[in-house]
């Protein structure tokens, strides 16, 4: 069993930055793969980016254009997303997720998921 928090969000102007994290608490955090989506007001939830276990594979969402890096720290049981050059488009409330069995073309999948956050709102205004 693992349990997501996530955390920094917040509201920032079009082309500012931030940097939400997610810290789980449970056992065996580095056996997950974690990944990162999001979900605007009426639309569906979709892919962000993933982390590989050990942190040396990353898969993004074109969407993102090298505006966005995941990274995760295992010794502290937490993964990060650094959001750079934000749009008013990114607009969205952004969840973590854990997986305990992903292939690379599975991570992008929600349903593959084991594990949520709650969520954190981020919000970019023009």
């Known amino acids: 069993q693992v349990q997501l928090v996530e955390s920094g969000g917040g509201l920032v102007q079009a082309g500012g930055s931030l940097r939400p994290s997610c810290a789980a608490s449970g056992r065996a955090f580095s056996s997950y793969v974690l990944g990162w989506f999001r979900q605007a007001p009426g639309k569906e939830r979709e892919f962000v980016g993933a982390i590989s276990r050990n942190g040396g594979n990353t898969y993004y969402a074109d969407f993102m254009k090298g505006r966005f890096t995941i990274s995760r720290d295992n010794t502290k049981n937490t993964v990060y997303l650094q959001m750079n050059s934000l749009k008013p488009e990114d607009t969205a409330v952004y969840y973590c997720?854990?997986?305990?069995?992903?292939?690379?073309?599975?991570?992008?999948?929600?349903?593959?998921?084991?594990?949520w956050g709650q969520g954190t709102q981020v919000t970019v205004s023009s």
């Open positions: 997720a854990a997986g305990a069995v992903l292939s690379p073309v599975a991570v992008i999948t929600d349903g593959k998921y084991d594990y």
